[in-house]
């Protein structure tokens, strides 16, 4: 943002066009030179002879036909062409009105023609169409210059350029119109010339008048970045506190001390480089992250498709963004998982505690929201008067807390398997994610589901790389056997990353090359049993009323003779359940463990 205000200064000025006049070749210039005048005041001189013009054609009534056919009063164009002068004055270059050099020059050449006599009314409307054009460039740029090159900005050395740009197609056009109506009439007849306007170099001065307010309108953007970014800054020292190493790290220990750093790392290092690109191209993906309103993504796939290690890329584009940028979204994300050696992993309220965590505390500084802050200072308080351990926050409260971070900024929430939480405690999470988007504007859901089409390529690197580093027999894997292995992988996978990997573990048993491909044949039924043993095991192991309704689903979709659409099945399955029973499609996948998916 700029911090020098002042106008720039009459040599500034001038040496625009100096450069301008400069850059034109010699017989250009011979041209323009023979416009030059000994009057004290040009634009005194211009504008009266505009008005004699404008007079003249006011008395004889001179019109002229465009080439469109749009009849033009002349008098209007000279009005418009004096009202142009008036405004260049105002601006208040008083040392142009007396100046001989390059800047009083184009009004020099506007007064010159505007002095001639044409005596063919279209000549002449067509030479005072174009002079009111170039009048206008003359006097709008004299105060684009005040308001854009008195900015300190980046852009000042590319608006210049073009500034002398279009200031040389303006004195290119005056040189050869001077040029033109100085030959002689005979001349001008017997070379069967008539002056109708030189389209070309008239559409060049309002091309580069196009380029030079795109570059204008850049540097207003520059500026609105500035300005926002200060805004930013400003409003963020007014809601967020700066706090000492040491009442930092209590805050940290007193809300969660959850890695989740380290989670996300450890997964997103131990996937390929290029692994999910599909997903960040993805329709529904790149609309969720352009929209302005809340929004729910969902990410669907089967056991075994790479939920986790495509939530981790959204993570990483998500953290590149961020990085980026002075001012970024706020969003937190958490990787759920059902494991005896971290039980806060699959705990509702220490999910939350960690969202607000990121949320409203600062990850590169010890910057904390001030509401956080002062409920903390608040807790704190009372917990000394009463001689207790500061206790953590309740679910409820992180919800409270966080609705006030999206009432200050947007936010993002990303949150990785959900079904690894424990049934209690996912009930309570989804209730309070609920509440949280039941506050903000209702949210528009988008989903995406994994299919084998999606994960091909991301397939395709992920066997040949799993059977490289299982150094099958030895390590002697020749490269045809390789490439029968990956593609027989690669059609008995689908988009289960699981399956495959389980396969390539089993080869490893195998000491002979030969045997390979006869024991993957062999061994896929079998090991695809084991693989979905656990979802059949919970499926029968969910209670009778859930079984019942499971194994109802199954019937229908494998008894079907033609395939049925959700709405169909969930009709069916009302129709023949003995129980009074409405489910959703979501209730359907959660019933039969994901091994269903709607298409």
């Not at 008239?202 to 196009?210: K, R």
Request: aromatic share 8%.
């Amino acid at each position: 943002m700029a911090t020098n205000t002042s106008p720039p200064s009459p040599t500034h000025t001038q040496s625009l066009w100096d450069r301008a006049f400069d850059s034109l070749n010699g017989d250009l210039k011979l041209a323009l030179n023979q416009a030059r005048t000994q009057k004290r005041d040009i634009l005194a001189a211009v504008l009266k002879a505009a008005e004699d013009k404008r007079a003249t054609c006011l008395r004889r009534g001179w019109k002229f036909k465009r080439s469109n056919g749009e009849v033009v009063i002349i008098r209007d164009l000279l009005e418009k062409i004096a009202k142009w002068i008036d405004r260049f004055k105002t601006v208040g270059d008083v040392a142009v009105q007396f100046d001989a050099s390059s800047a009083s020059l184009p009004w020099a050449a506007v007064r010159f023609l505007l002095q001639i006599t044409v005596n063919d009314v279209q000549q002449f409307g067509t030479l005072v169409q174009d002079l009111e054009v170039l009048s206008r460039i003359i006097a709008r740029y004299k105060e684009f210059e005040k308001l854009h090159l008195s900015r300190n900005s980046p852009m000042q050395l590319a608006l210049e350029t073009a500034l002398t740009v279009l200031y040389t197609e303006v004195l290119t056009h005056l040189a050869r119109t001077i040029d033109f109506f100085s030959k002689s009439t005979p001349v001008r007849i017997a070379q069967s010339v008539l002056y109708v306007g030189d389209k070309n170099s008239i559409q060049a001065v309002l091309s580069q008048e196009d380029e030079v307010w795109k570059l204008a309108n850049l540097q207003d953007t520059e500026d609105l970045r500035f300005l926002t970014a200060t805004v930013l800054r400003l409003r963020d020292q007014a809601t967020t506190k700066l706090l000492d190493e040491e009442s930092y790290m209590n805050m940290v220990l007193g809300l969660s001390t959850s890695p989740f750093p380290i989670h996300h790392q450890t997964i997103s290092q131990s996937r390929a480089p290029d692994f999910g690109q599909w997903l960040l191209k993805h329709e529904n993906y790149r609309k969720w992250c352009e929209t302005s309103s809340s929004s729910v993504l969902w990410l669907h796939g089967i056991m075994g498709s790479g939920k986790t290690y495509l939530f981790s890329v959204v993570v990483d584009s998500l953290l590149t963004t961020a990085a980026s940028h002075q001012n970024p979204t706020p969003f937190a994300h958490f990787y759920c998982l059902s494991t005896e050696a971290e039980p806060e992993r699959s705990s509702a309220d220490e999910i939350l505690r960690s969202v607000l965590r990121q949320l409203a505390m600062s990850q590169t500084n010890n910057g904390v929201r001030d509401m956080l802050a002062s409920e903390f200072e608040r807790r704190s308080k009372s917990a000394r008067l009463r001689g207790l351990d500061l206790p953590k926050l309740a679910g409820k409260e992180c919800v409270d807390l966080i609705i006030e971070v999206a009432n200050e900024d947007p936010i993002v929430i990303l949150l990785d398997a959900v079904d690894q939480v424990q049934d209690e405690h996912r009930y309570a999470l989804l209730r309070c994610l609920d509440r949280i988007m039941s506050l903000l504007p209702p949210p528009e859901a988008k989903d995406i589901m994994i299919t084998r089409d999606n994960t091909y390529n991301d397939m395709a690197q992920f066997i040949f790389q799993k059977i490289d580093d299982a150094r099958l027999v030895f390590g002697n894997l020749s490269s045809g056997t390789r490439d029968s292995l990956a593609n027989a992988l690669l059609d008995g996978a689908g988009e289960m990353f699981l399956w495959a990997r389980h396969q390539i573990q089993q080869l490893r048993k195998v000491k002979r090359e030969e045997d390979l491909l006869p024991a993957l044949e062999a061994n896929v039924l079998s090991d695809l049993d084991k693989l979905y043993e656990n979802d059949l095991r919970q499926i029968l192991d969910a209670g009778k009323a859930s079984r019942q309704l499971a194994i109802q689903i199954f019937s229908w979709l494998l008894y079907m003779k033609t395939p049925l659409a959700p709405a169909a099945l969930l009709a069916a399955i009302k129709t023949t359940s003995t129980d009074l029973v409405t489910l959703t499609l979501a209730d359907v996948s959660a019933l039969c463990s994901n091994l269903v998916i709607m298409d």
